[in-house]
């Protein structure tokens, strides 16, 4: 099924093509390509109202997720029993907030080791797959 990805916001340049080819990767990887899927990358004022709205937090953030199947457990691929239920959701990147925090270098550890983590998982996938994936994180900006 289809990768709907938007870039609504134009405080970070962003590479579009990478982005797609990493996160369809990451579909394939889990095995969910054959859902829909929305990625929308917005600003910090976008984010921060949407994360109002949603979360009742006044903040921005990096990363807020819409799923389409409720009452789902992490990690559980959903079971549709018609065509139009291939669909996971949608998720909204925060990609100015994230960018700011790889630049702050404020919590440079802890971005690190989350980045680290990442590697870690995607060396296992990668080893029980065949696959070559790379964080999403690396050289986008």
């Known amino acids: 099924m289809s990768l709907a ?9 962003l590479r579009r093509a990478l982005l ?4 369809q990767a990451v ?15 917005v600003d910090n004022r976008k984010i921060q109202q949407m994360n109002r709205i949603y979360r009742e937090q006044d903040t921005p953030t990096d990363v ?5 199947h409720e009452n789902l457990k992490a990690g ?8 139009d239920d291939y669909n996971l959701g949608d998720i ?3 990609v ?3 960018f700011q925090q790889c630049k702050e270098d404020e919590d440079y550890y802890d971005i690190l080791t989350m980045y680290q983590k ?24």
């Open 5 to 13: 990805l938007r870039n609504l916001q134009r405080a970070v340049p």
């Open 20 to 23: 797609r080819q990493r996160l």
């Open 27 to 41: 579909r394939g990887a889990l095995g969910v390509r054959a859902f829909d899927l929305g990625v929308v990358c």
């Open 64 to 68: 807020l997720s819409f799923p389409f």
């Open 76 to 83: 559980e691929i959903p079971q549709p029993d018609f065509p």
């Open 92 to 94: 909204f990147l925060g």
């Open 96 to 98: 100015e907030f994230i």
């Open 118 to 141: 990442e590697k870690q998982v995607l060396q296992e996938l990668n080893k029980h797959m065949g696959t070559r994936l790379q964080p999403l994180s690396r050289g986008l900006f």
